[in-house]
């Protein structure tokens, strides 16, 4: 009797099991956010795959404090109370515990602060870049410059939501999206064109402000082709909300033959185009 229950029980665990792990599939499409998710998105750079590993490591030992900090205090609260504890010791030093909780603490911010370090130079100190993009971030929406690759510009504009094809994130979704190849590192300039936007793209684990009349920069090297959807990351203004960045990652292929389009369209490849791939392959 009791093995059909199990049986049936654990089929439905299974079932139930599938099911969601499913649900979470379908929903936690690489690149954006999906609905009810915790935690951050999937990494798609080696930057935001360290972002993750440190966000962990804090976790487990904000964990470990708070639940150590915890038991301390239901202790005293329960052992050392006046109806338990009536004639109180009237210790006032302990060397041993003294030096411990010295010596702990320093240990603790040590092991945060040597990860959390090197993590900060990987991102701010961007390795010899493959290309180079400049957005700027304008009221409402960016553009994207490409000036080792003929210099072309375009403005990437969210698409309405009455105009989205099936498939396609609402408010995450622009019309010209900026085009990177993939497994190259990107060196991103960023400036402002009116007041301060923001960059951000938070599976490549980057953001950074677009001042005007400064150029600030980031860099970022997606691992994998795919959509990348990020967000104006500062108020801006009342389109604040409506001026998404979508980063489409492709193979060298599909970049060059887009590099060509973009410069056909922008007229670039009747000016000597020769010269310039030249002189920017020298360059590199
Ligand atoms: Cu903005």
């Keep these: 009797m009791q093995m059909p229950v199990f049986s049936r029980l654990s089929t439905y665990a299974v079932t139930i099991g599938a099911l969601l792990t499913s649900a979470a599939t379908a929903l936690a499409a690489p690149g954006q956010p999906s609905p009810w998710a915790l935690g951050l998105q999937e990494a ?23 639940a150590f900090v915890l038991i301390l205090l239901l202790t005293v609260m329960i052992r050392f109370n006046a109806r338990a504890n009536p004639t109180p010791s009237r210790t006032t030093h302990n060397a041993l515990i ?26 701010v100190d961007p390795p010899k870049a ?16 490409y000036p080792d690759n003929g210099n072309f510009e375009f403005d990437s504009i969210l698409v309405d939501e009455k105009d989205l094809k099936p498939g396609q994130p609402r408010l995450l979704t622009v019309d010209n999206e900026m085009v990177v190849p993939v497994n190259k590192v990107v060196h991103v300039l960023v400036t402002g064109a009116d007041v301060i936007h923001s960059f951000a793209v938070p599976s490549f684990g980057i953001k950074i402000d ?8 980031t860099w970022f090297k997606a691992t994998s082709e795919g959509r990348f959807h990020g967000q104006c990351s500062e108020l801006c203004g009342k389109d604040h909300a409506f001026m998404p960045i979508t980063v489409r990652v492709v193979n060298d292929a599909e970049f060059a033959a887009w590099v060509a389009q973009e410069k056909k369209n922008a007229g670039l490849d009747r000016a000597a185009p020769t010269t310039l791939a030249a002189a920017g392959a020298t360059a590199r």
């Design 44 to 66: 798609g750079s080696p930057v935001m795959t360290d972002i993750t590993w440190f966000h962990n490591f804090l976790l487990v030992i904000i964990t470990a404090i708070t």
């Design 98 to 123: 003294e030096v411990m909780w010295t010596i702990v603490p320093v240990v603790i911010l040590l092991a945060i602060a040597v990860p959390s370090f090197r993590l900060l130079f990987l991102e």
């Design 130 to 145: 493959d290309l180079t993009v400049k957005a700027t971030g304008k009221q409402w929406y960016w553009s994207y410059n």
């Design 210 to 217: 677009a001042v005007p009349g400064r150029l600030n920069d």
